[in-house]
């Protein structure tokens, strides 16, 4: 079973940087790629949630990283294997970033797309709040 665990969410005004972690544990076939996702209030169901930042974490992986474009401006991720983290660094935030951020665990081989249904395993998320 993966275990994930964010942490680095915070309440912040708009134009800060936030760094959010996502400790991994479990084995590594099953946590090929770590997305990072968020949920606003009003997306209830784990499918409407929103992917932001995909990177290859396994053994086999190419190092891949995907951000997608509305954020890549101003987001990237990143994967430190000998902590088994990975970070999404987030700069200039916007009242529209407000969300609860989870990151998630999938075994697909290649880029698992932005689907939700992809994941197989997710966090509990934390919340990163921006205030204009």
């Known amino acids: 079973v993966v275990q994930l665990k964010e942490s680095g969410g915070d309440s912040v005004q708009a134009g800060a940087s936030l760094r959010l972690s996502c400790q991994i544990s479990?084995?590594?076939?099953?946590?090929?790629?770590i997305g990072w996702f968020r949920q606003t209030p009003g997306k209830e169901r784990e499918e409407e949630r929103e992917?932001?930042?995909?990177?290859?974490?396994?053994?086999?992986?190419?190092?891949?990283?995907y951000v997608r474009d509305f954020v890549k401006d101003r987001f990237a991720i990143s994967h430190d294997a000998a902590k088994n983290e990975v970070y999404l660094q987030m700069n200039d935030l916007k009242s529209d970033d407000s969300a609860m951020y989870f990151c998630?665990?999938?075994?697909?081989?290649?880029?698992?797309?932005?689907?939700?249904?992809?994941?197989?395993?997710w966090g509990q998320g934390t919340q990163v709040t921006v205030s204009s």
């Open positions: 998630a665990a999938s075994n697909s081989w290649g880029f698992p797309t932005w689907s939700p249904l992809m994941y197989n395993y």
């Open positions: 992917g932001v930042a995909a990177i290859s974490a396994g053994d086999q992986g190419d190092g891949g990283a």
């Open positions: 479990g084995p590594i076939y099953a946590r090929r790629f």
